[in-house]
């Protein structure tokens, strides 16, 4: 069966980028936009998402609300992985969204849901650590010398990708965690990160920001978007909704999603 829904995959060999965090409140965006979403979670060690949406639906049931969600399945990596996610995507195949959260290490599983990736989301803290991930550069003049080798590992994945199907891949590197400063660092990651989104075909968006509330709204399983269900909502809250909502709009999914203010 042909997977017709819209496959958004957040990869990142590194961990600490803000994957989960930010797959879940693209899900849960998503999923109160009126859109059908299901979420795989690829990390069966740490089962950030699933566990994350686990505590959504165990709130909302402890106190008598609603709170949309997309449905999460975890797939663990080994033998017949590739073909249970395969099965995933299948069963999920009708949903207007899949959305797949890959675990911060490389292996198979990643580069087969990378394949199936509509829009290729990779979450990079704004430092040269993590740029190192898709490009190195001079340590001198800052200049771009050469792709690295998740950006070779993404070639593989859109050519892949090419082969089965006919869609193009939309891939985004997106700056979590961006100072609010407008630092000398800032500037030559940006100035490195324009060179390089050139030669090698990505778009470069702004993230979400390092906030504390995001490890607060864990165990309940809360986002940004579930503003009746915050009891403390915060001028804090205003500013990280503005940026997921700039997050949202600038992914350019099909359907016109948009965010409530």
Known sequence: MTVTAHVIVLANEKGGTGKSTTAVHIGVALALAGKQTALI????RQRTSARYLENRWNHAQRHGITLPGPAAVVVADGDGAEAELAMRFQQASRQDFIVVD?????????????????????PINDSFVDFDLIGEVDGDTFEV??????????????????????????????????????????????????????????????GLSERV???EFFPRGLTLLDRAALTDFLLSHVAARNELRALIAG????????MAA
């Open 41 to 44: 979670d690829l990390d069966s």
């Open 102 to 122: 890959s675990p911060g290490r490389d292996s198979a599983l990643t580069r087969a849901a990378m394949a199936r990736a509509d829009t290729l989301v990779t």
């Open 145 to 206: 010398k050469k792709p690295s080798f998740y950006a070779e590992m993404v070639w593989e994945a859109r050519t892949r990708r090419a082969r089965e199907e006919s869609r193009p891949m939309d891939w985004v590197v997106l700056r979590n965690r961006l100072s609010t400063l407008d630092a000398r660092n800032k500037q030559r990651v940006s100035a490195a990160l324009e060179t390089l989104s050139k030669r090698i075909g990505f778009r470069v968006l702004p």
């Open 213 to 215: 509330i995001f490890r």
């Open 251 to 258: 992914l350019n999914l099909p359907g016109g999603i948009e």
